[in-house]
């Protein structure tokens, strides 16, 4: 059973450029998140799906990052008009939602941006 | 709101001490889910425990052993006879719902040869 993968593992841009970022889950996986990590602090929440439908973003940091699960098994991140304040490493994890209890969120390597 | 302490930010110990690093947790609801997870150099979240707040009992796993006490709004992890593989970050994390996990900021762990 392969784990969560993602990629690019790094990533590096100038600022006001758009990045897109890939997420491939444990496949029996429904459920997807997104999250953004900084330099010594915890992980942030950012938004996650469940199959194809987008059931949390108010978390989103702006409107200029949005993401995308189209058909219920990878997922995409996508920063418009990068600026110096995203470069951070953005994490991914996926689980199995089978019963009402908050299920194990297993993670990917992440991806680290760096907004020059 | 729920919210996560990890009060200690770095800890040093020699190889084949214990150490216990602790997390303070914040919530308003009853039913709730605590994790740990270790995040070595290399970077990647790796899942250690999940605990649901109707269960108390402390658990074992090796050398690693979790004690969550709801009195105290606590959920700390000890390491027995520390390794230097066991060098790593640690978050502790809380769960209400199924969707939103808040992370605390993390121990630096780091333990000598």
């Known amino acids: 059973d392969t784990g969560v993968s993602q990629n690019p593992r790094h990533k590096i841009t100038k600022r006001g450029q758009n990045v897109t970022f890939r997420c491939d889950p444990i496949s029996e996986h429904n459920r997807l998140y997104w999250y953004r990590q900084t330099l010594g602090q915890g992980p942030e929440f950012l938004t996650y799906f469940q199959n194809e439908a987008q059931l949390e973003k108010s978390r989103l940091l702006s409107d200029r990052f949005s993401a995308e699960r189209p058909k219920g098994s990878f997922s995409t991140l996508e920063i418009q008009r990068t600026e110096q304040g995203d470069s951070a490493m953005y994490l991914c994890?996926?689980?199995?939602?089978?019963?009402?209890?908050?299920?194990?969120?297993?993670f990917g390597p992440g991806t680290r941006l760096t907004v020059l | 709101a729920q919210k996560v302490t990890q009060a200690q930010t770095e800890i040093s110990v020699v190889e084949k001490e214990d150490v216990t690093l602790d997390c303070v947790y914040e919530t308003r609801d009853t039913t709730y889910y605590l994790f740990w997870y270790k995040q070595p150099p290399s970077g990647e979240l790796v899942f250690l425990i999940r605990r649901n707040s109707f269960d108390e009992q402390n658990e074992i796993s090796g050398r690693y052993s979790w004690n969550f006490q709801k009195s105290t709004s606590s959920f700390n992890f000890t390491i027995t006879a520390s390794q230097v593989v066991d060098s790593a970050v640690y978050f502790c994390?809380?769960?209400?719902?199924?969707?939103?996990?808040?992370f605390g900021a993390g121990t630096r762990l780091t333990v000598k040869p």
């Open positions: 994890a996926s689980s199995l939602m089978t019963s009402g209890e908050t299920d194990t969120q297993y």
């Open positions: 994390a809380l769960s209400e719902y199924a969707n939103d996990m808040r």
